[in-house]
């Protein structure tokens, strides 16, 4: 048979073969049947070299004009098979528009990680940069260089968990104080939010691991007014209002002198609940001026430099903000109540 004649019977049996196919599926393999790279006419055009030169652009035109013309029924056939698809579509699936639709469940930041950020932005606009530490930590930055020497009293304040190393998960973030100071010269602004571990008893305010923001500034001739007056503008910030505090005297190691700053409990107004144990004011934040023997771990001059330190529960913070009243809902898993923040 001459070339030509292969080429037309070849078009026409592509041509009743692609009319014949009755799904987009069946098209797909015809299309790899025809001009694939195994097919008819792909191996007449790669035999092109073998013909004589006469022959060769005749066969080649030919050749490549089957070629398009199959390539055209394909196009063709698929545009009928994919209207029919469609066409059909409403047979086969029948769909209830007004049946209710599935909602995606996303997800969102925990409540403690979004006040975190909030903390973090309000100490930011107040020119404060945010410093982390290790959470296992050393003695030495824990509580030694913290003014607590070893056998001092004030270790039994914050039961530890030691490592068989005897190294610590670290009972608050003033260990970031002193490795601050370390690296840094003052003026420093900086806060610390971090997780703490303590070996404690967990009741509606206390859990064994849970949440503080560290707060340290140093410069010259920094005093009680300027703590209070930082303090008041992040709790007004938090709260987005007036916030009532209360400062008492308090003993930290680390400061001199400390307090402890309160805030009005507001779970249940001022009237006694258990997360405020019947005080009506809950523990919020101790805070005080840095002990100059603090500041000398740091190699810091206490007669040059001045500054204050604050410890903020950062839990607590969410539970006076949303009326939260005990505080080991946070990790307790619970969908229905992480759902609603
Ligand atoms: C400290 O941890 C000091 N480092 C704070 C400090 C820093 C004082 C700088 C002075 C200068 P305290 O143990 O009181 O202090 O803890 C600080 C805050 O963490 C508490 O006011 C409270 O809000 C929160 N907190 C303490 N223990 C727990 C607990 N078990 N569960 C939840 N929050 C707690």
Same mark, same amino acid.
């Given at each position: ?54 022959q ?19 196009k ?21 528009? *007004? ?18 950020m ?10 404060f ?7 296992v ?6 509580f030694e260089?913290l ?6 009293? %004030? ?8 490592? *068989?190393?005897?190294?610590?998960l670290r009972t ?6 002193i ?5 840094s ?13 303590r070996?404690?008893?967990?009741? %509606? ?10 707060g ?8 009680v007014?300027?703590?209070? %007056? ?6 007004? %910030? ?5 916030v009532?505090?209360?400062?008492r ?10 307090f402890e700053?309160?805030?009005?409990c507001?779970?249940?107004g001022?009237?006694g ?10 523990e ?11 500041l000398?771990a740091?190699?810091i ?30 990790h ?9 923040f």
């Amino acid at each position: 048979m001459e070339i030509t004649e292969k080429l037309e019977a070849f078009l026409k049996e592509a041509e009743s073969g692609i009319k014949n196919a009755d799904s987009l599926k069946s098209l797909h393999d015809l299309r790899i049947k025809y001009l694939g790279r195994k097919s008819e006419i792909t191996a007449i055009l790669k035999d092109l070299g073998s013909l004589s030169p006469e022959q060769r652009p005749r066969i080649g035109k030919a050749a490549n004009e089957v070629k398009m013309k199959i390539d055209e029924y394909l196009k063709n056939r698929n545009e009928e098979l994919s209207n029919e698809t469609f066409d059909t579509i409403g047979d086969k699936e029948k769909i209830d528009i *007004t049946e209710p639709g599935v909602k995606k469940e996303t997800g969102h930041l925990h409540p403690i990680t979004q006040m975190r950020m909030e903390v973090e932005d309000i100490f930011t606009s107040m020119g404060f940069t945010i410093a982390t530490g290790p959470e296992v930590e050393l003695d030495y930055y824990n509580f030694e260089a913290l003014n607590i020497p070893r056998d001092h009293p %004030a270790r039994d304040m914050q039961d530890t968990i030691w490592t *068989t190393q005897g190294s610590l998960l670290r009972t608050h973030t003033s260990p970031v104080q002193i490795r601050t100071m370390e690296k840094s010269k003052p003026p420093i602004r900086v806060i610390v939010p971090g997780r703490v571990f303590r070996y404690e008893e967990t009741d %509606a305010s206390h859990e064994h691991t849970f949440y503080q923001v560290e707060g340290l500034m140093i410069d010259k001739d920094i005093s009680v007014s300027n703590l209070i %007056a930082v303090m008041k503008t992040m709790l007004n %910030a938090v709260f987005r209002r007036e916030v009532k505090v209360r400062l008492r005297p308090g003993y930290f190691p680390f400061v001199e002198p400390g307090f402890e700053l309160d805030i009005n409990c507001r779970i249940c107004g001022g009237k006694g609940c258990t997360v405020c144990k019947q005080s009506g004011w809950v523990e919020l934040l101790p805070c005080g001026l840095v002990h100059p023997n603090v500041l000398k771990a740091g190699n810091i001059k206490p007669d040059q430099y001045s500054g204050f330190a604050f410890g903020m529960g950062l839990d607590r913070l969410v539970m006076m903000r949303y009326g939260i009243d005990d505080i080991r809902l946070f990790h307790s898993g619970n969908l229905r109540f992480l759902e609603q923040f």
